[in-house]
């Protein structure tokens, strides 16, 4: 079955710190992989996908991703971190499930960022 | 261009009621996606239509039921309310509704509460 784990509920980090949140998918062919963002209350702003092609994706806000498929990850990265980046972050996969065509998303990662 | 429109913002019913919530794509987008926010977890898939034809259902009972118009704007009708139907309910537009190769934009959201 399709799944995504977020395996870190919540993080903290200093401004200015890098940032990795980590996001592994069980899906049995070529995954669509996206990183969205949700601010309190808000819907959700994507940040990235990754399709095909490059393994490395670039997204906006200066964060990144990388597409490992021996690893079934797609961690999101960001060098330097600064306080508007608090927020819950999810990671999803495009997937197929009989006729349906939907996401399926991890349970998020809230982020936290330290003055 | 507009983003993803979602009305109303806020709701608050009670058990037993009947709800209808609505969005408008961005322009140009044929397809409309409809997901349930619990607090505190991802979104779960409950629709997707395209073209006015429903294209994928997710594991929601039968109180849940969506229609698109032609102008591609949609409707989530929720019957028969219960406690647990409290949620941020999101919708989401896509261009052409390949499902996993399209990617998806959000509108801020609909929170409703049942008391």
């Known amino acids: 079955a399709q799944s995504v784990t977020q395996p870190d509920i919540h993080i903290t980090v200093s401004e200015g710190a890098s940032l990795e949140l980590r996001c592994n998918y069980s899906y049995g062919a070529t995954p669509y992989l996206f990183w969205y963002v949700q601010s309190p209350g808000q819907g959700l702003q994507l940040l990235l996908k990754y399709f095909s092609g490059d393994t490395l994706v670039q997204g906006i806000k200066g964060f990144e991703a990388e597409f490992k498929r021996s690893q079934s990850s797609f961690n999101l990265r960001k060098p330097s971190v600064h306080w508007s980046d608090a927020a819950e972050y999810f990671c999803?996969?495009?997937?197929?499930?009989?006729?349906?065509?939907?996401?399926?998303w991890g349970l998020g990662t809230s982020l936290a960022v330290n003055p | 261009d507009a983003g993803v429109t979602q009305s109303p913002t806020h709701l608050i019913k009670t058990r037993g009621q009947q709800v209808t919530l609505r969005c408008s794509p961005i322009?140009?987008?044929?397809?409309v996606s409809w997901y349930q926010q619990v607090l505190g977890q991802g979104p779960q898939f409950i629709f997707q239509?395209?073209?006015?034809?429903?294209?994928g259902r997710g594991n929601f009972p039968d109180r849940f039921s969506a229609r698109q118009f032609p102008n591609y704007s949609s409707e989530l009708n929720v019957n028969a309310l219960l406690l647990g139907d409290s949620a941020l309910y999101l919708c989401?537009?896509?261009?052409?509704?390949?499902?996993?190769?399209?990617?998806?934009?959000f509108g801020p959201g609909t929170r409703l509460t049942v008391l």
């Open positions: 322009s140009g987008h044929k397809s």
């Open positions: 989401a537009s896509s261009l052409l509704g390949r499902g996993t190769t399209d990617t998806q934009y």
């Open positions: 999803a996969v495009g997937a197929w499930a009989g006729n349906n065509r939907k996401l399926i």
């Open positions: 239509y395209y073209e006015k034809e429903e294209r």
